[in-house]
């Protein structure tokens, strides 16, 4: 029975590159993927494509680039990516600049385009917002992007005409493992209901990489992780059948237990019977994993219905500017000293009429995952619990914190206040803050909307590497 090997190279924008070299170089892959795009991430790029058109892409391309390209063609792996972000075309031709300088020749590099829909979304207007059920056009700021979540059918076509490396804008993360398996199988969701399950259950699982190796498992004394410092990727070995094993190179770090894969089974699954993606809704209800062997975890029982009569497009706006400052106390009393110190600069911001439109404050290392509820309630108790039971907390209470306050404003002149206000606790008291930092960051949020299946259509464009220029095909 024929079988594919792909392998995950990325598990977000700035992922490490040795555990995808060391796929490429001992996994006996068939493809590697790089899923490098989160819900902002396009949204960043357009920021960069603003200030220069030839940018827009992942910030880390030329690295990864410069590592993976002549493993391409030495070990003959094809590259699936998403790094194009807000400009896949800038993207190709920068690989093929590069690939050029590293005397790889005899590459055909696609790029697929079709997702940015941002000069036809004043059509869009009075499509509701998912976040808030308001219509578009009611939306506070004006979008500064905005991006379809694409299926596979670019990528497949570009596979078809023989591409070694395909570079994205933004598609459904499980697209880039689809793509080739229907690539490979000739599956498509009418006659391949079972296998297309199958195929976004894959992709789910290898979109975060290192996640499903352990990363995100690990936790000492519960759930040991061996060599985590060296953790080695996933690859799938898909039948066609469908029947896929996840693993890892052997001698990575990491571990690939049916706990891992759950955990990655059900990351950011709404409705594990109706998992929405552009190629197909997949059904994870009837999904079966069983050991088998180390590292080794077999996987089936996926199904899908159909596929979505709409698209989600992510819409990135300008929203606001967050002014943090932070300041460390120690020793006894560190935790009082802090909410004095909180106390200042609250009052500090309303005596110099600051415009904050939100005030959050934070006392790291004490309330600022969990709030006060359930801090207060272990610092009253007395006591605090660890590994194997429960210890007293010393008489001398937390033995240090860190003052954390962030602000909202409408503009960035404004949020920098708090970081001022911030740094003269050092003179201005409480006794012994130390460590003062403050930065201003401009916040770009995500809405979506859905928009017909039918409106969104993938181009894809090649490019060919041969010695000299890198010229269209």
Known sequence: MKTVRIGSGAGYAGDRIEPAVELMEKGALDYIIFECLAERTISIGQMDKAKDESRGYNRLLDYRMRRILPLVKKNGVKVI????????????????????????????????????????????????????????????????????????????????????????????????????????????????????????????????????????????????????????????????DGVFTVTKVEGSGGVVNVDTVKEQIIYEIHNPKAYLTPDAVADFSQVRVEQAGKDRVLVQGALSHGRPDTLKVSVGYRDCYIGTGEMSYGGSNALARARLAAEVIEKRLELIQAPVEELRIDFIGYNSL????????????????????????????????????????????????????????????????????????????????????????????????????????
């Open 81 to 240: 990516t998403n790094m194009g972000a807000a400009n896949p075309e800038s993207a190709a031709r920068r690989t093929a600049e590069l690939a050029r300088e590293l005397g790889v020749t005899g590459l055909k590099i696609a790029y697929v385009c079709g997702d940015d829909i941002y000069g036809q979304l004043g059509q869009y207007g009075d499509h509701p917002v998912l976040e808030s059920g308001r219509p578009l056009k009611e939306l506070k700021a004006a979008p500064l992007s905005a991006n379809a979540y694409m299926g596979a059918d670019g990528i497949l076509e570009a596979l078809k005409g023989q591409a070694d490396l395909v570079i994205t804008g933004r598609v459904s993360d499980p697209a880039l493992t689809i793509a080739p398996l229907q690539y490979e199988f000739g599956w498509n969701i009418e006659e391949n209901p079972e296998e297309m399950g199958q195929a976004v259950l894959a992709g789910h699982l290898l979109e975060c990489a290192g996640q499903v190796t352990g990363g995100y498992y690990a936790d000492p004394g519960f759930k040991e992780v061996p060599d985590l410092y060296k953790l080695g990727f996933p690859l799938v070995e898909v039948g066609e």
């Open 370 to 473: 969990y709030r006060s509820r359930l801090s207060d309630e272990i610092v009253n108790s007395g006591r605090t619990y660890v590994y194997g039971g429960e210890k007293e907390i010393p008489e001398a209470g937390i033995p240090e914190v860190r003052l954390r306050v962030s602000g909202r404003f409408a503009h960035r002149e404004n949020a920098g206040l708090i970081g001022n206000e911030v740094e003269a606790l050092y003179t201005n008291g409480p006794a012994g803050g130390g460590g003062a930092s403050g930065r201003v960051e401009e916040i770009v949020s995500i809405c979506s909307i859905f928009v017909p299946r039918e409106s969104i259509k993938a181009t894809v464009a090649y490019l060919e590497v041969q010695g000299g220029a890198g010229d269209e095909a």
